[in-house]
């Protein structure tokens, strides 16, 4: 599975949009990407994923390179809620690809 | 509501003992993973399990055991092999390992031991 990378903290002023990288240089063409949040001390909490197209829901939006070698999830109107470590993986469909890895994550701090 | 339980929330024991963590999922997912948090780090697999019967290493799986006798139970034991247990644990299952669908996670089980 592929790896990826993110910076490791982000600051973003609530209410305006936040931003968030991710790096998976080495994705091959069956590997989704998938973002997911961690508040302190709780499980983490699924937000989006996509392939190749762009994706929204309620909760964010994600937006995938046409290379798909980078992608960014955007948080549209930050709160302060939205503190958090974010982490973006690759998760591949079919046989053998139970081996999810997770990076260290982004910290967003959203400030008041 | 459908989800899964990770128990106890919090745990203590002394060095030397093992010690089994829960977790129970009633989402009729088929795939179930443990992953280990230390502080300020990201997450960690330990083991994992695709089908009831069978599960791989991760990792980290060194000083750890798990079964998977029954579909909604993957236990994890914490044996005095493992050098330093002192850690946050995750559960987490997902429907198939054939399909597209995201992880769902419990709420942790914070393990002391001293």
């Known amino acids: 599975d592929a790896k990826t990378t993110q910076p490791p903290s982000m600051d973003c002023a609530e209410g305006r949009a936040a931003n968030l990288p991710c790096n998976h240089s080495?994705?091959?063409?069956?590997?989704?990407v998938y973002w997911y949040r961690q508040i302190h001390s709780q499980g983490p909490q699924y937000i989006i994923h996509?392939?190749?197209n762009n994706e929204t829901n309620e909760m964010a939006s994600l937006i995938i390179t046409e290379d798909r070698k980078s992608s960014t999830l955007i948080l549209p109107h930050a709160t302060l809620r939205d503190t958090a470590v974010y982490y973006c993986?690759?998760?591949?469909?079919?046989?053998?690809?139970?081996?999810?890895?997770f990076g260290q994550g982004t910290t967003l701090q959203v400030k008041p | 509501d459908g989800g899964i339980t990770q128990s106890p929330k919090y745990l203590f024991r002394k060095e030397g003992q093992n010690v089994t963590l829960s977790c129970e999922q009633n989402?009729?997912?088929?795939?179930m993973y443990w992953y280990r948090q230390d502080p300020g780090q990201g997450l960690r697999l330990i083991y994992y399990?695709?089908?009831?019967?069978?599960?791989q290493k991760g990792d980290i799986a060194e000083g750890y055991s798990v079964s998977r006798e029954k579909k909604e139970s993957f236990p994890l034991t914490v044996t005095s092999a493992q050098k330093n247990p002192t850690a946050f644990y995750l559960c987490?299952?997902?429907?198939?390992?054939?399909?597209?669908?995201?992880?769902?996670f419990g709420n942790g089980t914070r393990l002391t031991v001293t």
């Open positions: 987490a299952s997902r429907k198939g390992f054939r399909e597209d669908s995201p992880l769902h």
């Open positions: 080495t994705i091959s063409g069956n590997e989704y």
């Open positions: 996509g392939l190749k």
């Open positions: 993986i690759a998760q591949r469909l079919g046989s053998n690809t139970g081996k999810l890895i």
């Open positions: 989402l009729n997912h088929d795939a």
């Open positions: 399990s695709q089908i009831v019967n069978d599960f």
